[in-house]
Every structure is written in structure tokens, then in C-alpha cells.
T-cell receptor
Framework: DTGVSQDPRHKITKRGQNVTFRCDPI?????LYWYRQTLGQGPEFLTY????????KSRLLSDRFSAERPKGSFSTLEIQRTEQGDSAMYLC??????????????FGPGTRLTVL | ELKVEQNPLFLSMQEGKNYTIYCNYS?????LYWYRQDPGKSLESLFV?????AVKQEGRLMASLDTKARLSTLHITAAVHDLSATYFC?????????FGTGTRLKVLA
């Protein structure tokens, strides 16, 4: 069990560019979440996967954001035509099971995005 | 819409003192979570509270849940500097997790 990993850890991009982040959950964790966290705020839910199915997506997520989880393993989050307001920490978390009694989320280290 | 509020937002306390952080949420939920986040780091799970009246303790931290009042508390006993961090509560709604804005705790020597 090596924990949840995310890549890259830091990304600096110019406004208008596309960026893609990767999350590798803990093996056998079938639930995967993406969050966005800005300075001084709590994590904000973006989207949720159960295995390869994207079951929920925040209304806050514009059409510029898309996420995939092919084969129910790693996941990618893509932001197209980045804007300065997209600058934030993007966190990934995974959970084992489908709503069991513990439901503990294990968070990755995050990807810090800076849009210039 | 489920909302989660924490207070205080900032807390500066002396070592050895006790204090309580409060977490209120707006709609029914049967699970409440507490997390810790150190500066520049990710979130670490502290407690999962599953039912009304649940109480969990780990070291100097104790969390409790009152689902009727929609209130959870995180009590800090005899604070030490190592507890300085930001503490978040979160509530689950179907498969979504809604986080509070966090309480930034600073323990002064």
C-alpha cells in the first residue's frame, strides 16, 4: 500500500493552455474523488468515480473540465483553456468499498496549479 | 443544499489549555468526518463518526456527534505545539463529501 499518488505535484501554465493531471489511487480502491482547494478554504467536490463510471459531477464544474477513469484504475483530470481562476490545489482521494461503515478517504499530496 | 460551517475559523491557544471546535451542518447526514491538514500538505483522516452520540478519541483529540442538533465537536485537551494545523469537518451526502471552511489552530509555546 503506497498511498494515493498524484502527478505532477506542481504545474505552472499560461492562460488558455490545457493541462492534465493524473491520480493513482490505492490499489483495490474502487471509489475515486477529485477536489479543488483554494487558499483558506476546504476542499470543494468536483467529481466522483465508482470503478470506471463517473457517477457525479459538481455543477460548479464548467465544460472546460473533464475527468476520466479508464478501466477503473488511475484517473485523469483535464482543464481546457485554463483561466487564472483555475489556480488552486487539485486533490484526489480514494476509498475502498461502496459505502461501508468506515468510508475513510485517503488523500493524495495534490497538484498545485498556477495559471499565469 | 448541504452546508457545513465551522467555528471558530482561527484559534490561537496556549500550550496546556483546552478548547473545542464546532461543526454545524444543514441537512440530515449520518456520517461526519474530521481531517487534519498541515501547511502545504494534503489531508489526513482523524475520525469517522457514524451515529448519534458517537464519541472517538485519539491522544489529545476527542470528537463527538449529535445528529439531532446536526453538530459535531472536536475537543482538544492540554494542547501541544504539534497540534498546530488546520482542522476540517466534512459531511457525506449520497456520494458527495462537503467540507467546512476549516479551523486554523495555532498552539503557542
Amino acid at each position: 500500500d503506497t498511498g494515493v499518488s498524484q502527478d505532477p505535484r506542481h504545474k505552472i501554465t499560461k492562460r488558455g493552455q490545457n493541462v492534465t493531471f493524473r491520480c493513482d489511487p490505492i490499489s483495490e480502491h474502487n471509489r475515486l474523488y477529485w477536489y479543488r482547494q483554494t487558499l483558506g478554504q476546504g476542499p470543494e467536490f468536483l467529481t466522483y468515480f465508482q470503478n470506471e463510471a463517473q457517477l457525479e459531477k459538481s455543477r460548479l464544474l464548467s465544460d472546460r473540465f473533464s475527468a476520466e477513469r479508464p478501466k477503473g484504475s488511475f484517473s485523469t483530470l483535464e482543464i481546457q483553456r485554463t483561466e487564472q481562476g483555475d489556480s488552486a490545489m487539485y486533490l484526489c482521494a480514494s476509498i475502498k468499498g461502496t459505502g461501508g461503515s468506515t468510508d475513510t478517504q485517503y488523500f493524495g499530496p495534490g497538484t498545485r496549479l498556477t495559471v499565469l | 443544499e448541504l452546508k457545513v460551517e465551522q467555528n471558530p475559523l482561527f484559534l490561537s491557544m496556549q500550550e496546556g489549555k483546552n478548547y473545542t471546535i464546532y461543526c454545524n451542518y444543514s441537512t440530515t447526514s449520518d456520517r461526519l468526518y474530521w481531517y487534519r491538514q498541515d501547511p502545504g500538505k494534503s489531508l489526513e483522516s482523524l475520525f469517522v463518526l457514524l451515529s448519534n452520540g458517537a464519541v472517538k478519541q485519539e491522544g489529545r483529540l476527542m470528537a463527538s456527534l449529535d445528529t439531532k442538533a446536526r453538530l459535531s465537536t472536536l475537543h482538544i485537551t492540554a494542547a501541544v505545539h504539534d497540534l498546530s494545523a488546520t482542522y476540517f469537518c466534512a459531511v457525506s451526502s449520497t456520494y458527495k463529501y462537503i467540507f467546512g471552511t476549516g479551523t486554523r489552530l495555532k498552539v503557542l509555546a
